[in-house]
């Protein structure tokens, strides 16, 4: 298998795992009857201790180097607390009033939210490949919502409330921590701003405090979250990144949302119909209309995942 290969199966490794993720929260939520806020501090502790131990692992136990410096400390409470307990818990919070396969697709419109920062950030006008992004996604937006029929609002207003903040949480999730990244290794930043965000959920909802039903199914569900969905998810983004181009990577992350789009409807029975596909695909087109823009990667590459 040469390097290339290799690299697109382990980008879209993860993709499906996060795909599979989001559909297992739908079903706790619905079958279930677990909250959002007790599925994200048992993810986000779980999560951060392991990446925090295999990182220890290989590092020899250096994993508190990083909380030496002031600004280091600053920027990795920032990105735990906003940046990632933000997405986790505004993207479950979609999946609960709605499905998963509706809350990823919102996700996505995370690009264009990018997009509208750096041209207010840089004071530059955007361009071609850019107004055509906004365009797909402003018109797959339309499709979602409403289903075709533009008299009415076919999802909850919670859903599109949560699937739209999850979007901006995404994108300040993917530019705030540039600085850390280059600075230190990926897992261990991501680590401690899972295990940051977690302690920082556990006095809205504490471990100890579970409501719903426990049983088996459940249980491997939240496994499956964890470890897969996850741990080796976000093992499979990193390493996708050493054998292929970001903008590549990029390009088929978006195997996420169909992913999860078509797991739903196989495993859930969710309605999703040939409107809400069509709509699905322009917002997801986006990330194909930018990369495009942007074919020479950068040297260092921004290694976020936002599930």
Known sequence: MNSWTKGVLLAASGALLWGGS????????HNKLFTPEWLVVIRLLSSGLILLCIDAYHHFGDIFLIWKDS????????????????????????????????ATVLQYLMPIVIIGYMVLHNHHLPSLHELTAVAFAMLGTLLLVTKGDFHTIAISPQTLFWGILSAFCAAFYTIQPKYLLIHWRSPLVI???????????????PPWAFTGI??????LSLLFIIFFGTVFAFWSYLESIKYIKPTETSAIASLEPLSTVFLSIVLLHVSFGFIDMIGSLFIISTVFVLSKKNKKPSKKSNPTATK
Do not use: E
């Not at 989001?22 to 939520?29: M, N, R, S």
């Not at 680590?191 to 909802?205: F, K």
């Open 191 to 205: 680590g401690w701003a899972m295990l940051i965000g977690g302690i920082v959920m556990i006095p809205v909802s």
């Open 214 to 219: 426990w049983d088996m199914s459940a249980c």
């Open 71 to 102: 600004h280091d400390r600053k920027q990795l409470l920032i990105f735990g607390i906003i940046g990632m307990l933000s997405v986790q818990y505004t993207y479950f919070a979609a999946i609960s009033y709605g499905n998963a396969a509706t």
């Open 22 to 29: 989001g559909v297992a929260a739908q079903y706790l939520f």
